[in-house]
Nanobody, 123 residues
Framework: QVQLVESGGGLVQAGGSLRLSCVASGRTFSSYAMGWFRQAPGKEREFVAT????????YYADSVKGRFTISRDNAKNTVYLQMSSLKPEDTAVYYCAARPIFITTLQSDYNYWGQGTQVTVSS
């Protein structure tokens, strides 16, 4: 069982930056691929970024590529999402998720989810 707790959300002006963190419980964090997803008001949850268990492989949604960076620190059981050049359309609840080993963009492939953290970008 893995429990995930996100933090770091908040209100920021367009063009600003935020760093989200997701701390995982459990001893096997380093064997899990991690993903970030988001859900804007009135929209379905969508993929944002994913990182392999080792941190060697990452993949991003086209909408955030070049602006967001996913990283992880296995010693701290933490995955990060550095968000820069934020836009109002980035406003959403951001969720982290975990699944064993392999990275994937599919929500249905993730076994564990956090409760989410709100990010609001004002224009």
């Amino acid at each position: 069982q893995v429990q995930l707790v996100e933090s770091g959300g908040g209100l920021v002006q367009a063009g600003g930056s935020l760093r989200l963190s997701c701390v995982a419980s459990g001893r096997t964090f380093s064997s899990y691929a991690m993903g970030w997803f988001r859900q804007a008001p009135g929209k379905e949850r969508e993929f944002v970024a994913t990182i392999s268990w080792s941190g060697d492989n990452t993949y991003y949604a086209d909408s955030v590529k070049g602006r967001f960076t996913i990283s992880r620190d296995n010693a701290k059981n933490t995955v990060y999402l550095q968000m820069s050049s934020l836009k109002p359309e980035d406003t959403a609840v951001y969720y982290c998720a975990a699944r064993p080993i392999f990275i994937t963009t599919l929500q249905s492939d993730y076994n564990y989810w956090g409760q989410g953290t709100q990010v609001t970008v004002s224009s």
